[in-house]
């Protein structure tokens, strides 16, 4: 299975922040990385899809990028809606595996 | 609106049998795959497994595919989870989501929780 996993585990920040959260893949995934966010009691919502794809809806303080092993989820302003945990999916090969996910909170 | 609705969780004995049911709504459901996903009580997310649009092929994880059966029946919008001899680890709340070719998993349901204990 192909393993993925965040950095950082929890992040704090502060309204209007730049936040990067980081997702490597134990191997390449080609385009196939989604980015969710989570909110306490809701179900994951989709923000980016195939690396650099927005949901449509989704705010456009969040952005996706990276290739291969190695991907970035950026809010570039952060808002007191986003906190949250953010986490990834692989979808390049089955099992389809997820990340454990990055808490986010306000500083 | 692209909606969900799961159900047939609850409390369950280990050993038991129990089959989730997830409703779509707002979307051609038998022009998608669906997928059913699993969160733990710690917060993992584990993918369990998926279904053709025509239901005729279905991928499982390996660890659960000896007791997980996934079926859909697409006059009715529904996908269906069944497990069998359930165990402590699979409490948990699923999901159902869906794919359409390389879009995949981009809505999801609210969730079933299900809780095995004695």
């Known amino acids: 299975d192909i393993q993925m996993t965040h950095s950082p585990s929890f992040l704090s920040a502060s309204v209007g922040d730049r936040v990067t959260i980081n997702c490597k893949a134990s191997q390449n995934i080609n385009k196939y990385l989604n980015w969710y966010q989570q909110k306490l009691g809701e179900a994951p919502k989709l923000l980016i899809y195939n690396i650099d794809n927005l949901q449509m809806g989704i705010p456009s303080r969040f952005s996706g990028s990276g290739s291969g092993t190695d991907f970035t989820l950026t809010i570039s302003s952060l808002q007191p809606e986003d906190v949250a945990t953010y986490f990834c999916l692989q979808h390049d090969s089955r099992p389809f595996t997820f990340g454990a996910g990055t808490k986010l909170e306000l500083k | 609106e692209v909606q969900f609705v799961e159900s047939g969780g609850g409390l369950v004995q280990p050993g038991a049998f129990l089959k989730l049911s997830c409703v779509a709504s707002g979307f051609t459901f038998s022009d998608y795959w669906m997928s059913w996903v699993r969160q733990t009580p710690g917060k993992t997310m584990e993918w369990i497994g998926d279904?053709?649009?025509?239901?005729?092929?279905?991928v499982y994880a390996p660890s659960l595919k000896n007791r997980f059966t996934i079926s859909r029946d697409n006059a009715k919008s529904t996908l269906y989870l069944q497990m069998s001899n359930v165990r402590s680890e699979d409490t948990a709340t699923y999901y159902c989501?869906?794919?359409?070719?390389?879009?995949?998993?981009?809505?999801w349901g609210q969730g079933a929780m299900v809780t095995v204990s004695s």
């Open positions: 279904i053709k649009y025509d239901g005729s092929y279905t």
């Open positions: 989501s869906r794919s359409y070719y390389s879009v995949r998993l981009d809505y």
